[in-house]
């Protein structure tokens, strides 16, 4: 078992190009899996309300933990988005989203509904066996991952720009990232991120 290995591949200020292009990089892929995970962190009552109306049974969450003040007991979040006053919605933000999909369905939608928040949509499979690759693909390791307004697999670092990943082994398979990199006619951004 073990992680991943995820490496930068492409940057751009535009999100819907870095969702063109990790389609192209998806479109690769031997094997896909059955189910897309979508990421997303929001920020105001806006980008809230239009991922909740792409995602109306995902749960969503508080970004940070709260305590109720009497029992002190973890506080989940429990108001309706849609019916929900702003008034009643703002103090409550950050919320995140975990949520998982068929490919295909709301992926696109979702792109549209990203906010200033961190998000990411990740699509795993297997990279098909290649000469010039180090290792041969690897099902449990091997995918794409676009980060909407970040720069890091864990979205952690908020940037102004997207960024596409191509998940490979745990060792790490550089010429594999390089010649996918190439696909998209760019290099590799950066070093290798512990993924998923």
């Known amino acids: 078992m073990g992680n991943s290995r ?3 591949v492409f940057r751009t200020s535009d999100a819907v190009e870095a969702w063109t292009q990790a389609l192209r990089l998806k479109a690769l892929l031997e094997e896909h899996e059955d189910e897309v995970v979508l990421m997303a ?5 806006e980008d809230t309300r239009r991922m909740a109306a792409v995602l109306p049974n995902a749960e969503f969450c508080y970004v940070l933990p709260r305590m109720d003040p009497v029992t002190h007991d973890c506080t989940e979040f429990s108001l309706a988005i ?3 006053e702003d008034s009643a919605l703002e103090p409550e933000l950050p919320l995140e989203v975990l949520h998982y999909v068929q490919p295909g369905t709301v992926e696109e939608q979702f792109v549209r509904a990203v906010g200033k928040g961190i998000a990411s949509i990740g699509w ?3 990279w098909p066996d290649d000469a010039e ?3 041969p693909g690897a099902a449990n390791y091997d ?3 676009v980060v909407f307004n970040g720069d890091d ?3 952690s670092q908020p940037a102004d720009h997207h960024t596409v990943f191509v998940h ?3 060792w790490g398979d550089l010429p594999r990232a390089e010649k996918l990199a190439a696909h998209l006619g760019s290099t590799v951004l950066g070093d290798a991120q512990v993924g998923w």
């Open 6 to 8: 995820a490496y930068p």
């Open 41 to 45: 962190d929001m920020l105001t009552v």
């Open 82 to 84: 849609t019916t929900a």
């Open 124 to 126: 795993g499979g297997r």
């Open 133 to 135: 690759a180090e290792r």
């Open 143 to 145: 995918g794409v991952e």
């Open 153 to 155: 697999v864990h979205l």
């Open 168 to 170: 490979v082994d745990k």
